[in-house]
């Protein structure tokens, strides 16, 4: 049996069912955005008799129930929902601003060229309509609200089309009388009793006005029949607006239908007194990127391993079996009721991982190798409670949370890896015996520490963090990074800089792809970063040491370098080479420890010449 049915239908009647509410949106939330150019071509191609493409419309009342909400501009009391009989699921923006310029009598709110918002009335010139149809684009104009365009900076009048009168007298004709022309036109005939402008509009009527009339739509009509998932990924392939829906948009309209908004439950309403989950997410620094589909993966993660088990449970085998996934076509499919089960567990968990990450020595989103990681790691604390706590557990988790990390493993699409490693995670924690697929393919190249450059590199990011979870003190403050908390890391101010500075290498003739290497950055304060300027280590170091607010000796200052997994002999002797050489193993044995596996045995002389630049 079909889906779906093809036909055509005159714009006259499509618009007519719209504002009656036969026709009506989806309520995805999402607002009219064509600008004001946009309309014009719209209906420059309609006056030409040119295709504008086709409509689709999803019959109502199948399985994809969604709520519907009219026409932006359409009156919602007369347009009420039990009126709906189509949907539209393609044709949005053409529809309402058709709707908007030819129905409605008020001046369109729409876009100007600069994205500002703007009010127009549509016109089109007459006479210059009638020189022929390459001058429709030119012909049809917009103007502000009050009907008067100017010119010379607003000092003078370059039309006035503020009454009918004024239209009768320049031979504009509104576009919002196109399909009920009855009343312009007696008003035309009466104003001009000699008939001269009446027999320019009747010439004008025939060539440009009747193709209104006369023009059909053509439309894909889909049947009821088809599933939920059908129409939803239908729908993101034929949008037209420019952005891709996203699930959470898709899943607002299906829980709308059941007079839930998912909107109020992940950004609130004031007004009904709702604290939205992104409010709770947002009070934490590591948390306030988190976005609605990456929670919502996280809620069908723990949504199809419960079913996983229901299954197993069962008896059941095979494909009988639901498998563990967050891929979109299963999260379109969460139902309403384990959202409503899981999204406080889930919410208290995220608290808990963003805990977890601090004690990692994490302290924003932007420090974080892999935003993704968080989905399986607020999922796996959900069915931990507070056991992740306790060390054993903890231990599991910090090491498959670095593995991920230094394994470079938790880019690109990750679906499959969130999925297998919520199951085997879970699995390690409670038996023991097998290491999760994650903790088993990750593996570390030393010859990556000479190549790592770019900040937003995952395993640069994460060596940095490494550094700070090891206890590395400041150089200035001399208190450890890892305990400052949110107040003291945004006044100290501090970054990743060079140990060697920039300007120093290149006097010694040292390659930038070999001075911008991680091997010599590690986190520093602005003021001691100032206070190193461009100067030798033996140089800074001394100044440092002598500072008002710093005073210490020699060894007191190396224990602080020995922090940072720096060799302070070869620093104090501008030694670079024997520098880097010595941080590379000392890095080396920390990525091995947070690992929990070794690396590849060190080759000091392992460097790539690649000379891309610092980001």
């Not at 609605?292 to 993660?301: A, I, R, V």
């Not at 104090?572 to 520098?579: C, H, S, T, V, W």
Request: with cysteine; net charge negative.
């Amino acid at each position: 049996m079909s889906t779906f049915d093809s036909t055509k239908i005159s714009l006259k009647d499509l618009l007519d069912k719209i504002v009656s509410g036969e026709i009506q949106l989806p309520d995805f939330q999402r607002g009219w955005v064509w600008n004001d150019e946009h309309i014009c071509s719209l209906l420059a191609s309609i006056a030409r008799a040119f295709p504008i493409g086709a409509i689709m419309l999803l019959e109502a009342g199948g399985d994809a129930k969604f709520k519907a909400r009219p026409i932006e501009g359409v009156d919602p009391a007369k347009a009420t929902l039990d009126k709906v009989k189509k949907l539209i699921l393609d044709g949005q923006q053409r529809l309402t601003s058709l709707t908007q310029v030819l129905i409605f009598k008020q001046p369109v709110k729409t876009y100007n060229s600069k994205k500002k918002l703007v009010q127009r009335y549509y016109y089109i010139d007459i006479e210059t309509a009638l020189l022929g149809p390459e001058h429709y684009e030119d012909a049809i104009i917009s103007i502000d609200a009050d009907r008067i365009p100017k010119e010379n900076f607003g000092r003078d009048i370059k039309l006035d089309l503020s009454t009918p009168e004024k239209e009768y007298e320049h031979l504009y004709f509104p576009c919002n009388q196109l399909l009920d022309y009855d009343k312009w036109e007696e008003g035309l005939l009466a104003y001009d009793p000699g008939l001269e402008k009446f027999r320019r509009y009747v010439q004008f009527r025939r060539q440009v006005v009747n193709e209104f009339h006369s023009y059909n739509i053509p439309i894909i009509e889909l049947s009821k029949e088809n599933k939920k998932e059908a129409v939803c990924l239908v729908f993101e392939k034929v949008n037209t607006g420019g952005v891709d829906l996203s699930v959470f948009e898709l899943l607002t309209a299906t829980y709308a239908a059941d007079n839930v908004s998912l909107r109020d439950e992940w950004f609130g309403n004031i007004q009904g007194g709702i604290v939205g989950i992104q409010a709770h997410l947002q009070k934490l620094r590591l948390l306030r990127e988190t976005q609605p589909t990456e929670f919502l993966q996280g809620l069908t993660l723990l949504y199809t391993l419960e079913k996983r088990q229901q299954d197993l449970k069962a008896g059941k085998t095979g494909k009988q079996v639901t498998g563990v996934t967050a891929k979109r076509e299963a999260v379109l499919s969460l139902p309403l009721d384990t959202f409503q089960k899981w999204k406080q567990p889930l919410t208290q968990s995220y608290w808990k991982a963003a805990k977890f990450l601090r004690q990692q020595s994490f302290f924003s989103t932007s420090d974080l190798p892999y935003r993704t990681q968080l989905v399986p790691l607020a999922a796996v604390m959900a069915l931990l409670g507070d056991r992740w706590l306790e060390p054993k557990i903890h231990e599991k988790i910090a090491r498959w949370f670095w593995c991920g990390i230094l394994g470079e493993l938790y880019g690109g699409a990750v679906e499959t890896r969130m999925a297998l490693d919520i199951q085997e995670l879970i699995n390690w924690i409670e038996d023991g015996k097998e290491e999760p697929a994650t903790v088993r393919d990750a593996n570390f190249q030393p010859v990556r520490l000479g190549t790592l450059r770019s900040r937003t590199s995952a395993a640069y990011k994460g060596i940095n963090t490494l550094i700070q979870r090891e206890g590395s003190q400041d150089f200035f403050w001399k208190s450890a990074i890892r305990d400052l908390d949110e107040s003291d890391w945004e006044e100290r101010r501090l970054d990743i800089h060079h140990i060697f500075p920039k300007s120093w290498c290149d006097k010694q003739g040292i390659p930038a792809s070999r001075y911008n290497s991680i091997l010599n950055k590690t986190p520093i304060s602005f003021k001691a970063n100032r206070m190193i300027g461009g100067k030798a280590p033996s140089e800074y170091l001394v100044q440092l040491q002598k500072h008002d607010s710093v005073q210490l000796d020699d060894a007191g200052m190396n224990a602080i370098l020995a922090t940072h997994q720096i060799d302070a002999i070869t620093l104090r002797q501008d030694d670079f080479e024997g520098f880097m050489a010595s941080r590379q193993r000392m890095i080396l044995a920390k990525i091995e420890a947070a690992m929990g596996k070794p690396v590849l045995a060190v080759d000091d002389s392992a460097f790539s010449d690649v000379t891309d630049e610092e980001e």
